[in-house]
């Protein structure tokens, strides 16, 4: 266990396990810039059986960590995907071995700009190397290697998570032999991309950014930070859920204030959202995390047919999208199902009804729940898992 500062308040917490990798030989980032013996920070969950082919790998989404399930140590709160995983449950851990990883760039314990350059002594800040969806994967790559784990049962993610996921399948084919991208696509959209820029733009106005050295000066953009959250909280519902949720209810009082109080409840959440988000999470790593979401693209700019990434796949593929997300929407996950289909890849599709929005794949849908434990079970059956 290591102590580590976070968000607006610098807390000093314990978190789980760390790991140095590229020990013996440096990483190569896409950027071109050479790393080694970077932290990453993980938890498992379950255990490894004797046969080392009941390992999952759990990719967190954007802002997401490696605490899946129990007690977070930063937020008090259960993990974020506590009804998904543990004993019983759809990643059942009494029968799988479970790993999820902080990605680089994030801010619980890996390899960050918020983590110390021994170079100079001090935060990395922006002199961090810019990384991507691909480094991200090499560097959980490593980690299996650390682990022993020549091949994975299954990679599951969704959101940036899906992302990885699709990175793991069509760069390490041969390293697992299921995987479950959802809601998510080949590439990010326009849209997404000025969402995202949107964000980073907030977060670089708020003066206590201080072009990212706020640690040295002891200062933080909280505002800046809450206002890219709330601008993303946006989008990870639907308009449907936002209606029926708040409405046009006002918060605590009768009448409008004509101010600019949190007059409607809509407005009240989301500032509750912005101010819980900046005391856990880093302002620079939203920053890498947004560009590296905002580079992938699986065809590398159109340079390569999407049909070509995954010609000869052996993986076996479930893809899930949500009729209410807009972020990433089920026209998304058809072309990479089309895609799929064209190169006679084994690869079931389903769209579920649902007016939660994006973060559907974080809530209690049953019917995901579902679409879950029978691509698990049945691929495992197929692989041999005992």
């Not at 790559?141 to 399948?169: C, N, P, R, T, Y």
């Given at each position: 266990?290591?102590?580590?500062?976070?968000?607006?308040?610098?807390?000093?917490?314990?978190?789980?396990?760390?790991?140095?990798?590229?020990?013996?030989?440096?990483?190569?980032?896409?950027?071109?810039?050479?790393?080694?013996?970077?932290?990453?920070?993980?938890?498992?969950?379950?255990?490894?059986?004797?046969?080392?082919?009941?390992?999952?790998?759990?990719?967190?989404?954007?802002?997401?960590?490696?605490?899946?399930?129990?007690?977070?140590?930063?937020?008090?709160?259960?993990?974020?995907?506590?009804?998904?995983?543990?004993?019983?449950?759809?990643?059942?851990?009494?029968?799988?071995?479970?790993?999820?990883?902080?990605?680089?760039?994030?801010?619980?314990?890996?390899?960050?700009?918020?983590?110390?350059?021994?170079?100079?002594?001090?935060?990395?800040?922006?002199?961090?190397?810019?990384?991507?969806?691909?480094?991200?994967?090499?560097?959980?790559?490593?980690?299996?290697?650390?682990?022993?784990?020549?091949?994975?049962?299954?990679?599951?993610?969704?959101?940036?998570?899906?992302?990885?996921?699709?990175?793991?399948?069509?760069?390490y084919p041969e390293r697992l032999h299921a995987a479950a991208p959802i809601a998510t696509a080949t590439r990010q959209s326009a849209q997404n991309i000025a969402f995202h820029e949107i964000g980073r733009q907030a977060i670089m106005a708020d003066p206590d950014w201080c072009d990212g050295e706020y640690v040295a000066q002891h200062k933080y953009p909280a505002k800046g930070l809450a206002v890219a959250r709330m601008a993303a909280h946006v989008t990870y519902l639907s308009q449907e859920m936002l209606q029926e949720k708040f409405g046009r209810n006002l918060q605590d009082r009768e009448d409008y204030t004509y101010g600019f109080d949190a007059d409607f409840k809509v407005e009240s959440y989301l500032r509750h959202q912005g101010a819980n988000f900046v005391d856990r999470f880093d302002a620079n790593s939203y920053l890498y995390l947004t560009r590296a979401a905002s580079y992938f693209d699986l065809t590398q700019g159109g340079k390569i047919k999407l049909t070509d990434v995954f010609a000869g796949t052996k993986v076996r593929y479930c893809v899930v999208s949500f009729s209410s997300d807009w972020l990433y929407s089920s026209v998304e996950s058809r072309n990479l199902v089309r895609a799929l289909n064209a190169v006679a890849a084994n690869v079931s599709f389903t769209e579920i009804n649902c007016d939660k929005g994006h973060d559907s794949f974080l809530l209690d849908v049953p019917e995901f729940d579902s679409v879950i434990t029978g691509f698990i079970q049945g691929s495992a059956s197929l692989y041999g898992v005992d």
């Open positions: 266990m290591v102590k580590s500062f976070f968000g607006a308040n610098y807390r000093e917490v314990e978190i789980g396990e760390i790991v140095t990798l590229a020990r013996n030989e440096p990483l190569t980032l896409e950027c071109g810039v050479k790393v080694s013996n970077f932290p990453l920070a993980f938890q498992t969950y379950g255990t490894l059986n004797a046969k080392r082919n009941n390992a999952i790998l759990v990719c967190h989404a954007l802002t997401g960590d490696q605490y899946l399930c129990g007690t977070h140590p930063v937020t008090g709160k259960s993990g974020w995907w506590d009804r998904m995983v543990g004993a019983g449950k759809p990643i059942d851990t009494n029968r799988f071995f479970v790993i999820c990883s902080n990605v680089i760039g994030s801010c619980l314990g890996s390899f960050g700009p918020k983590e110390t350059d021994p170079a100079t002594g001090k935060p990395y800040g922006l002199s961090f190397p810019f990384i991507t969806v691909t480094d991200m994967v090499k560097a959980q790559a490593l980690l299996l290697d650390h682990f022993g784990i020549e091949k994975l049962f299954a990679v599951i993610g969704g959101s940036m998570g899906g992302m990885q996921v699709l990175e793991w399948a069509t760069r």
